[in-house]
């Protein structure tokens, strides 16, 4: 099943952002490498695809996953999560409808 997955970045978490992007790279490319995401990516902070020093306020992930525990479990053990760059993360089943599968 599918779950969609939502950090939000703690205040002025931009350097932990950047000091946890290539762990967290790395976490996620299993995923990508098992074709278990659907889509992923950062939400920047202005309307812009290139916030610059704006910076990010979260991101959302869309994989596949078991259950809704190893969902929790997968991002629990991710480099956002483990070195405070989510203040707040939130997993929730996920049901695709467009485009169809």
Known sequence: M???IVGEDVP????????????HLEHIQELVDA?????AGPFPAIDSPDPGPAGMTGSLI???FDSLAAAQ?????DAYVTQG????????PFKQVLPAL
């Open 62 to 64: 869309v994989a596949e």
């Open 85 to 92: 760059v989510f203040g707040k993360v939130t997993v929730r």
């Open 73 to 77: 479990a997968w991002i629990d053990e």
């Open 12 to 23: 002025n978490g931009h350097a932990k952002r950047a000091a946890a992007r290539s762990a």
């Open 2 to 4: 599918l779950y969609a």
């Open 35 to 39: 074709g278990r995401v659907i889509l």
